[in-house]
């Protein structure tokens, strides 16, 4: 059984439509994350959610949404989307939020074109 | 702002031998740091975990070191094996419960 799913693994759309990525985790945890890795293979957090409550939003624009219907789910949604979006998305958990391991997805790559 | 640094970007050892990737952050205030390997296309997973109270961890042939007062933490790999080919990242988790991420360390192991 995969721990962290995420859904697609890969999306190719044009500038300025709405897209969502979707994430699962069965392993329990309380948090979950969203992380975005660049070309340079920087990864970089975006949001992270304990409880279903958001605790951080790193200064990303309003167009991304995430909504945590459960503990188990962290979807990621993304308005108008830009040619500086196109990166691979990593959604992670985590049983704790400071001192728990991180437990990773596979990567959902978004190509904007 | 924390910054994790890591050296070097890139290794070619042959295999058998034994080696140390390096990861330096900024802000001494951690919670814990983390170890994980990226193969290509892939997701990050997990190797060790160090708390912020801890020294070292170990698992297998892998060792971590953390020296939180200096900032500087170790992966010591043994016996390096063509499996062991892949990029290898720190990340430290810090104030308001924030992981950041080194630049990484890009290892392959040649036969």
């Known amino acids: 059984d995969t721990a962290v799913s995420q859904t697609p693994k890969y999306l190719v759309t044009q500038m300025g439509n709405d897209k969502s990525i979707k994430c699962e985790q069965n392993?329990?945890?309380?948090?979950m994350y969203w992380y975005k890795q660049d070309s340079k293979k920087f990864l970089k957090i975006m949001f992270s959610?304990?409880?279903?409550?958001?605790?951080i939003n790193e200064t990303v624009p309003n167009r991304f949404s995430p909504k945590s219907p459960d503990k188990a789910h962290l979807n990621l949604h993304i308005n108008s989307l830009e040619l500086g979006d196109s990166a691979v998305y990593f959604c992670?958990?985590?049983?704790?939020?400071?001192?728990?391991?991180?437990?990773f997805g596979e990567g959902s790559r978004l190509t904007v074109l | 702002k924390q910054e994790v640094t890591q050296i070097p970007a890139a290794l070619s050892v042959p295999e058998g031998e034994n080696l140390v990737l390096n990861c330096s952050f900024t802000d001494s205030a951690i919670y814990n740091l983390q170890w994980f390997r990226q193969d290509p296309g892939k997701g990050l997973t997990s190797l060790l975990l160090i708390q912020s109270s801890q020294r070292e961890q170990t698992s297998g042939r892998l060792n971590a070191s953390l020296d939180k007062s200096s900032g500087r933490s170790t992966l010591y790999i043994a016996a390096s094996q063509p499996g062991d080919s892949a990029t290898y990242l720190c990340a430290v988790t810090g104030t308001a419960s924030k992981l950041t991420f080194g630049t990484g360390t890009r290892l392959q192991v040649t036969l």
């Open positions: 392993l329990g945890h309380d948090t």
């Open positions: 959610y304990n409880n279903k409550e958001l605790i």
């Open positions: 992670a958990s985590s049983q704790q939020l400071s001192t728990g391991e991180l437990f």
